[in-house]
Every structure is written in C-alpha cells, then in structure tokens.
C-alpha cells in the first residue's frame, strides 16, 4: 500500500485539521508551526495525541520565515516525502494566512494536491473536503529553463556574460554570436514578463538575475 503523507499547516483548533485528515489514509503528519505562537504549539500537541497510534509526526518550525521562503521549504519537504516513495498532500484547513499562500504557491510547482475543509457556520459540522484546484500555469520551454538555471548559480552582469556562460565555443563579434545574443534577448523579455526574473540596466550592460519566483518555478521542476 503506498503510504500517505499530510503536509499540514497548524492554525488555531485541531478540530477542522482532523475533519479533513478523516476522509483520507494517512501514514505521516508534518505539522507546520511557529514555536513563538502559544495558540500554535497547543493545537500542535492536541494533534499529536490525536494521531499517536495512527501516524508518525514530524514538526517543521517555519518561525520568522516569509512566504516565499516558507514556499522553498515545502518544496523541499515534499520532493522529501515523495523520493519515500510517499504520495503528498497538503492540508490547509486551519492554515494562517502566509503559510496558506506558501502552500499553494508549493502545490502550483509541484503539482501537489491542496485541500480544506467546509463546515457549517452555525454548528461546525463538516460539510465537505474542498480540493483547491491550480489555476493553469504556462508551461515555460526548455530552453528558457536553461537561461534560470544558469542565473540560479550565478547572477550575471550583462547579456553577453549570460551568451558566453550558455555557449563558451561561440566567439564575440561574429554572426552566430549575433545571432545567439537575439534569441537570449527573446527568451529574457518572455522570462521577464512571466515575472520570473529581474533585469536591470547599468550602463550598457544589462544586469540580470533570478528572482524568488523564477526560483521557486526551477526547484519545483527539478
């Protein structure tokens, strides 16, 4: 049987975190928290009395972190997880406000299934399991994966530095370096208007770099 990991960001009461673990198998709980929220670390105990006996528990204190950071951090867990050979989940039931953006900015680049729960205003009751479905992304070409690879090592102080990183053989001042520079400056302007690097004039050069969401997409595409 493949074995079910919740991904679960802790809010406040344990009650609509466990409405939605009830309706799924589950074999690991990684409990997202602040170890400076009270409120936080007392739900958290709750859920693990709740699911001693019935899955392993794991705390990630996520603490002074902003949302992109926090977004890397799932990334990271969930390539974890599922190199376990464990499917993923992410339940955002009770989720702050942060964390909730975070995990779906995680689900979006690692095609991870996100869901809450509905309940009832009046009693509380469970309504239902309310999967948050992606909204569909453009899918970037290989080639311009290519370009945030290389500005994810290392940013780069000009487009012809970024040329000459991709394509060392080709020689400065010739035509195919030309015409190299023209399809580089193509897929820069598409990066950049897909919002995933920054650019940046100096002088007559223009400085280019990653940002946190370009970095973000590459990671979950690993």
């Known amino acids: 049987m493949k074995q079910v990991t919740h991904i679960i960001s802790v809010g406040g009461g344990k009650g609509t975190i466990l409405d939605g673990l009830k309706q799924h198998l589950i074999h690991k709980a990684v409990l997202l928290i602040n170890n400076n929220n009270a409120e936080c670390l007392g739900v958290a105990n709750e859920l693990e009395n709740a699911l001693n006996g019935f899955a392993d528990v794991k705390r990630e204190n996520l603490e002074d972190k902003n949302i992109f950071e926090i977004a ?28 909730g953006i975070a995990c779906y900015l995680a689900s979006l680049t690692t095609d991870t299934k996100i869901y809450t729960t509905v309940t009832n205003e009046k009693n509380g009751d469970l309504l239902r399991i309310q999967e948050i479905l992606p909204f569909p992304k453009k899918e970037i070409p290989k080639e311009q994966v290519c370009i945030l690879e290389f500005l994810n090592e290392k940013e780069v102080e000009s487009l012809d530095e970024l040329i000459i990183r991709i394509k ?18 193509h897929h820069i302007k598409s990066l950049k208007n897909n919002g995933l690097i920054e650019t940046e004039k100096v002088g007559k050069t223009l400085k280019i770099e990653i940002n946190s969401i370009g970095e973000l997409y590459l990671k979950g595409k690993k």
Do not use: H
């Open 72 to 99: 890397l951090k799932l990334v990271d867990i969930i390539k974890k997880e599922r190199a376990s050979k464990s499917e993923v989940l992410l339940n955002v039931s009770s989720s702050s406000g942060d964390i």
């Open 168 to 185: 060392p053989k080709i020689k400065k001042n010739t035509t195919l370096f030309n015409n190299e520079r023209a399809r580089i400056c």
